[in-house]
């Protein structure tokens, strides 16, 4: 269950983010007669080798004479552009590419709005040449025989959602019910529904389907209580929820959660993308400047949506601008077709049957044209000026008063598969927090991990910290853990020896150190570590030992010739033995990319006390934001909670957990990919009885709200 009191003290929905639907009724338009847009000057070579527009090399590429030279070429050309959306704020992108590509290129652009099936329709008739439509959409369409290819990206997020009328508040309130539903369950909306009924071990059999036009429909069907709860969005209960108030509505499941997918793409024919480069081309350059200039001015930001979109007040504008800016990044400035989120996508479409098997990217996507686009107009850096929290709406340091007023003087036990050493310092700067903000008795104990496992079995230990590995080892022998939050997000682990030994091959046959698991973040460390060059454990004389100080003072005394270590672990012993006395042969952040460590605990105990899960995540983000702002105070700290650790120890740790690996992240640990890498890696060296994915183990519902009350930097 969905804890949402949160979000109705921040304004429900009218503080998250909006996203232009693939289901949406159009607008009432003049269909003018369709143009087909050729550009004959560009027509690719008979050998189907792309036809390059612009040199690749930035020293030699100036955007203005670029871009220049690509309108002389296409300048005064037609191309009807079809959006399966509605004016909608999320939509104002679409809108700003639109201009772009008159303004720029001197384009003839006709704009029409179209529901996602006639969009396709329109576009394998030839009547509208470009489409932008979700990845699911044209995944579906290319399923059903047409030849379509994705070549550039425009709002990147999923903002479809499961909403109901309060007091409704968990999607298995819906069991039995009549829900409601888009007609098509093969595009982005149906397997939104689709994912977050599976998520609590539901299908659309186990509820009354209503299939609706569209989420418009949906919304209303939920607004009237024709429905008991169905698929929405949230730019459709921002105004509602300003027009009813904060708790009208509840948002049961969001689709960014239970089903992150590529909103939109723009799509066309491969036989026009390959007879239109130019026009592909600045497609993806428009795309580009529309996304940095939604980040410029947030006053002209909303006054140019309110001008696209008549039903737009600025009251929702303003608060549209704060979520898709600031919270979802929904317009990425370096493009918005990202490899690892599209290949989701169309792993879920295979998923539910939207799809006749399994496409991989490379089969409906090229990158080409952003590549080229980035070439031309360079990399940009999101503006770190935007933040989705409202001074006017919310007050962080009100809110932590709030959810304190519930939980001061309750006792929480804290386990640690830890001991102090510098990478430890966030945790405990965490249980300040904890104690100072929000008033809990906590004790913090440190654990070897399967100890640590086994208190919180028994009840002993209330949250725990290990990685997330060793957590899916546990849930894969039979427990009930759920992450959800992050601490130290890197994994510092090396495969180290003293010196003269250089390399890992020099460790076949030869004593090497190992911590008691292999199926911990250490021991499949130690194995990708081998795996990189070949090897494997067997070809190595293993020596298992307790933890990695032990098998570090294994290396240092010859006991062994090399083994699993830590950055922090060989600080003090360079210091003492000088540069050069141990060798690095592998480093875990680069070979083995695995998240740290997670705050887990019984999926029971979050669901019972969602307000000490959501004090965990705030005190994790405000000791993430104390560690950067002053390097000495970090220093004295790491010192008095590690007595062992000197001065200029702590001095080199912090340049190097904090500078160089960015060990705690100011908006969170919690990284998707990083984590489904830690979990198929898991699989891989058999530490996890089956594949796992991210949703079944962790739920990213807490940090999101503790970045709602704190904002993003």
Not at 83 to 101: W, Y
Not at 539 to 558: F, K, N, P
Request: with cysteine; charged share 20%.
């Amino acid at each position: 269950m969905r804890h949402m009191r949160l979000m109705a003290l921040l304004l429900g929905f009218a503080l998250l983010v909006a996203a232009c639907g693939a289901d949406e009724e159009p607008a009432a338009t003049t269909q003018a007669p369709a143009t087909q847009a050729t550009t004959q000057a560009t027509q690719a070579p008979a050998d189907d080798t792309p036809t390059e527009t612009a040199p690749a090399d930035d020293g030699m590429m100036d955007e203005a004479e670029t871009i220049a030279d690509i309108r002389s070429r296409i300048e005064g050309q037609s191309v009807v552009v079809g959006s399966s959306g509605f004016p909608n704020a999320s939509l104002t992108g679409a809108f700003r590419t639109m201009d772009f590509l008159r303004d720029d290129f001197g384009l003839d652009v006709e704009f029409r709005l179209l529901d996602s099936d006639p969009l396709v329709a329109a576009t394998i008739a030839g009547e509208v040449d470009v489409g932008q439509l979700s990845l699911a959409g044209m995944a579906n369409a290319v399923s059903a025989g047409s030849d379509f290819v994705a070549f550039g990206g425009d709002d990147q997020k999923n903002s479809f959602i499961i909403a109901a009328k309060a007091p409704i508040s968990s999607m298995e309130e819906l069991r039995g019910q009549p829900v409601a539903a888009t007609q098509s369950l093969n595009q982005i909306t149906g397997q939104t529904l689709q994912k977050c009924l599976a998520d609590v071990g539901m299908t659309v059999d186990d509820v009354q389907l209503v299939r609706l036009a569209h989420t418009g429909e949906a919304t209303q069907a939920i607004s009237s209580g024709q429905v008991v709860g169905g698929i929405s969005a949230t730019w459709r209960l921002t105004q509602l929820t300003l027009n009813e108030g904060v708790g009208a509505y509840n948002m049961l499941c969001a689709g960014w959660e239970a089903a992150p997918q590529i909103s939109s793409v723009w799509y066309a024919e491969r036989a026009w993308v390959e007879a239109n480069p130019d026009m592909a081309l600045a497609f993806n350059i428009a795309s580009l400047k529309s996304a940095r200039w939604a980040q410029e001015d947030k006053q002209r930001w909303i006054e140019y949506a309110m001008s696209v979109n008549e039903r737009l007040t600025p009251e929702a504008a303003s608060l549209d601008y704060d979520s898709l800016l600031g919270e979802l990044d929904m317009w990425p400035v370096n493009g918005s077709l990202e490899y690892d989120l599209l290949q989701t996508t169309l792993d879920t479409s295979f998923e539910f049957e939207a799809v006749d098997r399994e496409y991989t990217v490379e089969e409906l996507v090229t990158f080409e044209f952003q590549d080229k686009a980035l070439e031309i107009l360079g990399t940009a850096e999101r503006n770190p000026d935007i933040s989705m929290a409202d001074d006017a709406m919310m007050d962080p340091d009100a809110v932590i008063a709030d959810i304190r007023s519930r939980i001061e003087g309750q006792s929480v036990v804290v386990g640690s598969s830890g001991f102090p050493n510098a990478s430890l310092t966030g945790a405990f700067r965490t249980m300040d927090f904890l104690r100072d903000d929000f008033g809990l008795d906590v004790e913090f104990r440190l654990l070897d991990s399967d100890p640590l496992v086994a208190a919180t079995i028994a009840g002993e230990v209330d949250v725990g910290q290990l990685s997330l590995a060793g957590m899916a080892n546990a849930v894969s022998a039979g427990s009930d853990f759920v992450a959800f939050g992050g601490d130290d997000q890197k994994n510092s682990f090396i495969i180290a020896a003293k010196a003269p030994i250089s390399s890992m091959e020099e460790l076949r046959g030869q004593p090497v150190a190992a911590t008691q698991s292999l199926n911990q973040i250490t021991g499949q460390t130690l194995q990708k570590c081998l795996a990189d060059v070949g090897m494997t454990v067997d070809d190595v004389q293993l020596v298992r030992l307790a933890h990695t100080g032990e098998a570090t003072q294994a290396i240092s005394s010859g006991q062994v010739v090399g083994g699993i270590s830590a950055t922090w672990r060989l600080t003090q012993l360079t210091l003492n033995e000088g540069v050069g006395a141990y060798n690095m042969l592998c480093a875990g952040w680069e070979a083995a990319p695995q998240i740290s460590s997670v705050w887990y605990a019984e999926r029971a105990w979050v669901e019972a006390n969602p307000d000490m899960a959501l004090a965990f995540n705030i005190a994790s983000l405000k000791s993430a934001r104390w560690a950067q702002e002053d390097k000495q105070q970090w220093i004295e700290y790491a010192m008095s909670v590690n007595e062992r650790l000197t001065a200029e120890a702590a001095s080199i740790d912090y340049d190097g957990l904090i500078h160089e690996l960015d060990m705690w992240p100011v908006n969170g640990s919690l990284d998707y990919d990083l984590m489904q890498t830690t979990l198929d890696t898991s699989l891989a060296f058999e530490a996890v009885d089956r594949a796992y994915t991210v949703e079944e183990l962790v739920t990213f519902e807490f940090q999101d709200q503790a970045l709602d009350i704190l904002g993003r930097r």
